[in-house]
């Protein structure tokens, strides 16, 4: 029921009265229409969530839907409408300043990437295309010159935040292709924005004649130049003050908030007075706006909530609304010619250029196409443009209505695109689990060897002697000198025929590797059963010498790097300084390898002689399981171990004591349950099985300690002095932590994890050797491969 309150002679305060009586009065589709809107969006969002689409799809639906049924529409009297399309606006500025305000416009002027020659190239091609084909097409009802300039424009652009929120989502963030992606889609936003900005300097001027039209477009040009100087000069000035007033940490002042905000809408404000549109003097506002700075941050994450959990539902339900699809043409063949040339514009378009720029990148085909679709994803604001269109009359409902369904078609593909790229990045680079626990006993264990000069050789072959399981399948051991290429080293180097291959002549260097090779040789030819020998040499400077020891045990498919420590036992049992460059090597390999890593402490390990297989059990070595993957990865060592006649093997479990201060467990793991559940569950699954293969069957010795907290670990630990020549422990990652919390307090060297740390400090176990181990874990949640995986 519609109704018209305004009479004349009406005061104003007497015509909002009436109008608030009537939306009451008749306000039961509105109320419903839009408290559907909310439910609906959110329930359909939280449905399509296994399908990893981003919320926009969702909310296209239910607006669509909502917004045409017939009921609801008839609550919606003219006053109403007009009300929704200023609430509609207002929300829109919100966002263009938003999305202007995280996008820094003097990448312009620095040479060209490799992401903005994509991003260029796909725009390039898609607005050739558009504007070959629209005029031809017949979108638009009147000015069909600048309808189809605009359409082009509009469907070379990319919805930046909408794919950035699909590849962060899918993990892919990290990769080559991820990163490559999200800013080749904030320069196809950003170039597109500008453009459309510009343009309506000369599209949007009044006037009843030409000159008054030039005078207009004048004055709307001047402003914006004037605003764009204002906001990219004086901003940064004023907002660096506000920000230096309330520093992070503190309570932002009430008075300066109030001041940065009413800056923002003055700066917003000074083009939209001579006529230019508020919209995009937003974003030509927000685009020249610091972005840096707390107020800026707090500006981005607060704007982004209100539009998240407010806005959105009302824009969407409003989109519905005008786009009319009950009107919708779909009994005419040339309305779906028209939407088939839309979506074909949009995604061919940047599908060519993209594969264009691939070519002269060096890209690959398939990863090409792949970038294509992605940037063909449209945003809010296009959907807005659309839609403006229609209630502007510059083209018809059923135009906006394809407008909208196209922009829909281009976004809901990108998570099936996206995973696309994944499933073809694990054939093209495949990623193996390499870690001992995860090693087919049929296969050869690998295993490379690193050493820092003779004086690790006999820990060396001590290490080997009680690694090396059964003669069958055996074990492959790549004995590896890690030299620093110092200048003196360098001056000696000779360059063979081979590609990438020297021959080091320093004296000194050529005597060290001739002696550790001798050594070794000697054990593997008398005591070598199963064992196959290969010399390694990984000559680097220390920057250097993590990435290509990782390149080396890749490239090998080793399952175990182990590292001597950096620090070396001196004659009255302590450790010395230790060497800074082979610590950071240490700590790099731990944190970038591709397998297992672990790092020899030795402290008497290396004097202890002939380790035979042919003795009686005389070597007393313990593994100390808590919980987490790198113990169950020194669990899967120690199995390989226990095989050695020569060794008594006894593994000790630290349990938590449950009976002790069960608020304190509760506090710390409430926000994690179900992760530390399901870890645990995986902890006594592999120590059951161990239990079983190992203990049960006497190979294996096992002792149980119930602690409450890292004190009693701490003290039990010291308890341990004396009684095993090596103990093997995991790095950390574990999910009883309540039993290691507080021992990062006092680290020494916290690259070995908290029990490693203690065990190898240097006032600590000073007859006891340790082997830390760290089992490979995957940087990200993409079953089977690295986040940071490379496809381009």
Not at 195 to 206: E, K, M, N, S, T
Request: net charge negative.
């Amino acid at each position: 029921m519609s109704h018209n309150s305004s009479k004349n002679g009406t005061s104003p305060a007497q015509k909002c009265k009436d109008f608030v009586g009537v939306t009451f009065a008749d306000g039961s589709g509105k109320i419903v229409g839009l408290l559907l809107a909310y439910v609906l969006t959110n329930l359909a969002h939280h449905l399509l969530k296994p399908m990893h689409q981003p919320r926009i799809t969702s909310d296209i639906v239910i607006g669509l839907f909502l917004g045409n049924i017939q009921p609801i529409r008839n609550g919606f009297e003219l006053e109403m409408i007009q009300t929704l399309n200023y609430i509609v606006e207002f929300g829109m500025i919100c966002y263009m300043f938003v999305l202007g305000l995280e996008m820094d416009p003097y990448v312009i002027f620095k040479p060209p990437t490799r992401d903005a020659i994509v991003a260029y190239g796909g725009m390039l091609s898609t607005f050739i295309l558009g504007c070959s084909l629209t005029p031809f097409l017949h979108y638009s009802t009147h000015r069909k010159i600048v309808v189809a300039i605009t359409l082009s424009f509009t469907l070379a652009g990319s919805g930046s935040h909408i794919l950035t929120r699909v590849i962060t989502n899918l993990k892919i963030g990290k990769s080559d292709i991820g990163k490559l992606g999200m800013a080749a889609g904030i320069h196809s936003d950003m170039i597109t924005m500008l453009i459309i900005c510009i343009g309506a300097v000369f599209v949007l001027p009044q006037g009843n004649n030409t000159q008054e039209q030039i005078q207009s477009a004048i004055k709307m040009g001047a402003s914006l130049i004037f605003q764009s100087v204002f906001a990219a000069k004086v901003s940064p000035v004023f907002m660096n003050w506000i920000n230096n007033e309330n520093p992070e940490g503190k309570a932002m002042k009430g008075t300066h908030l109030v001041l940065s905000l009413a800056f923002m809408v003055a700066v917003c404000s000074c083009s939209p007075f001579y006529g230019y549109s508020p919209i995009l003097s937003a974003f030509m506002a927000g685009i020249f706006f610091p972005s840096e700075g707390r107020m800026s941050k707090w500006t981005v994450g607060k704007v982004n909530y209100l539009l998240s959990t407010l806005y959105y539902p009302i824009f969407f339900f409003w989109m519905g609304f005008h786009a009319k699809l009950f009107t919708f043409e779909a009994d005419t063949l040339g309305t779906w010619g028209r939407f088939f040339f839309l979506i074909v514009i949009s995604t061919a378009g940047k599908v060519v250029g993209t594969v264009i720029c691939g070519l002269m990148l060096g890209f690959h085909w398939p990863e090409s196409v792949s970038l294509g679709l992605l940037l063909s994803a449209k945003g809010h604001f296009y959907i807005f443009l659309a839609i403006m269109g229609a209630v502007h009359n510059y083209i018809t409902h059923t135009t906006a209505a394809s407008l909208v369904i196209m922009i829909f078609f281009t976004i809901v593909h990108t998570p099936f695109v996206v995973q696309n790229i994944i499933e073809r990045a694990r054939k093209h680079a495949p990623t193996k689990r390499m870690a001992l626990q995860w090693l087919d006993p049929s296969n050869q264990l690998q295993i490379l060897l690193c050493l820092h000069g003779s004086q690790n050789i006999t820990s060396t072959l001590n290490f080997l002697e009680i690694s090396r399981g059964t003669a069958n399948p055996g074990v492959v051991v790549y004995v590896t000198d890690m030299i620093e290429l110092t200048d003196q080293i360098a001056a000696t180097l000779v360059q063979n025929e081979g590609i990438d291959t020297v021959t080091v002549t320093d004296k000194a260097v050529m005597e060290m590797r001739e002696e550790i090779t001798t050594a070794v040789q000697s054990y593997v030819d008398e005591n070598g059963g199963g064992i196959t020998l290969k010399r390694m040499l990984a000559l680097s400077t220390f920057s250097g010498m993590p990435q290509d020891i990782c390149i080396l045990a890749e490239d090998l498919m080793v399952s175990l790097i182990i590292l001597p420590f950096h620090k070396r036992q001196l004659e009255d049992g302590t450790l010395d300084e230790g060497h800074p460059g082979f610590r950071y090597v240490n700590r790099k390999l731990l944190r970038n390898a591709t397998c297992s890593v672990g790092i020899l402490v030795d402290r008497g390990f290396g004097s202890i002689e002939n380790i035979s297989r042919s003795q009686a059990a005389s070597l007393n070595v313990a593994v100390i399981f808590i919980g987490g993957k790198d113990d169950r990865e020194a669990l899967a060592y120690a199995s390989r171990v226990a095989r050695h006649p020569a060794v008594k093997l006894t593994v000790i479990r630290f349990l938590l004591d449950n009976s002790e201060n069960p608020q304190r467990r509760a506090a710390t793991y409430k926000d994690n349950t179900a992760e530390l559940e399901e870890e645990m569950k995986i902890d006594d699954e592999c120590f059951a099985e161990f239990y079983e293969r190992q203990v049960a069957e006497g190979h294996v010795a096992y002792a149980e300690k119930h602690l409450a907290n890292s004190s009693e670990t701490f003290a039990t630990l010291r308890s341990l002095e004396g009684q095993y020549a090596l103990i093997i422990v995991g790095r950390g990652e574990r999910a009883n932590s309540i039993l290691t919390v507080g021992m990062n307090d006092w680290q020494q060297c916290p690259e070995l994890g908290p029990i490693g740390d203690v065990l190898s400090g240097s006032d600590f176990l000073v007859r006891t050797s340790v082997l830390i181990i760290k089992q490979h874990d995957f940087k990200g949640e993409l079953d089977g491969l690295d986040e940071d995986f490379s496809v381009m």
